[in-house]
């Protein structure tokens, strides 16, 4: 099985070529950028472009760029604005379009396959209008990021309107071919992994896993919550099997580790040597 790694992980440093470089040591070789602002600016033409000449120099593919969730350096804290595309404010659904868009104007530089966006806030209850409110931006998204070659993945999120079960709904009630990038640490949160994966399966492109104790998002690496990792493997496998095909496309991990990068990196090393004993175990059964 391949793996992808997040930049998640490394967010709240500016994206440069030496953190790239640590990454491609560990022997990953498809990567999502996490676009946010003190991340990747993606406002600024000369860090785009220095990213983007990296992943050309190195042959490395840039399997996504996951949606910006604030407007701002600071995760809100300095005013920014958050990110959605359910707001039932239209300027504030415009707004956050917009942003959008100028994170997804990388692929003009930097091609990406997929732009991973949630459909709504943490707090947002399930609201019949804000499915409307989210029907009308994504029609908008589909076309602007068919146009740079992108596609568009709708993550399960733990709030209300962001479950797998609501993602489902949301798809049959707007007819918008989307599919979805399935959260394995989000899905703990709320219902479980292994049934969160039985809802999404006919509209599956990606998996990102991360871990968690369920209270919290705390975006740990895998065996560090409490996610039954063999259980979650013997799911993927099967589908695959199931479905006349291999491994289609990485598995994404999305760890957020505080400390420095080194002992992180070796950490998500720790973590792949771990999951692929359990592909192992999984393949000689």
């Known amino acids: 099985m391949e793996y992808a790694l997040s930049t998640r992980l490394l967010v709240e440093q500016r994206l440069t070529s030496h953190i790239l470089d640590q990454i491609l040591a560990t022997g990953i070789r498809q990567i999502e950028i996490f676009a946010a602002r003190q991340h990747l600016d993606y406002y600024d033409s000369n860090h785009v472009r220095d990213v983007a000449q990296w992943f050309s120099d190195h042959g490395v593919t840039l399997h996504s760029l996951h949606a910006p969730l604030f407007t701002d350096f600071d995760w809100g804290r300095s005013g920014g604005l958050p990110v959605s595309v359910a707001y039932l404010e239209k300027r504030l659904r415009i707004d956050s379009m917009d942003e959008i868009k100028r994170a997804m104007d990388v692929a003009e530089r930097l091609p990406f396959r997929y732009l991973v966006l949630h459909l709504g806030l943490p707090e947002d209850e399930y609201d019949p209008r804000r499915f409307d409110a989210a029907f009308t931006s994504l029609e908008h998204l ?6 740079r070659g992108t596609e568009l993945l ?7 309107l962001g479950t797998a079960e609501r993602l489902i709904q949301f798809i049959q009630y707007t007819r918008l071919d989307l599919k979805i990038c399935f959260d394995a640490g989000h899905a703990h949160m709320s219902g479980g992994v292994h049934s969160a994966f039985e809802i999404v399966k006919p509209y599956l492109a990606s998996i990102e896993i991360h871990d968690n104790h369920r209270q919290e998002d705390e975006h740990l690496l895998p065996f560090e919550g409490e996610i039954d990792w063999a259980q979650t493997f013997r799911d993927v496998r099967s589908w695959w099997a199931a479905g006349g095909k291999e491994c289609t496309f990485p598995i994404l991990l999305e760890p957020h580790l505080q400390g420095s990068e080194a002992p992180s990196l070796s950490r998500v090393h720790q973590a792949i040597v771990r999951l692929d004993s359990l592909e192992e175990r999984n393949t000689d059964r």
Do not use: A, M, R, S
Not at 154 to 160: A, G, I, Q, S, V
């Open 142 to 147: 589909k076309v602007f990021g068919k146009e």
């Open 154 to 160: 709708l993550e399960n999120t733990p709030c209300d």
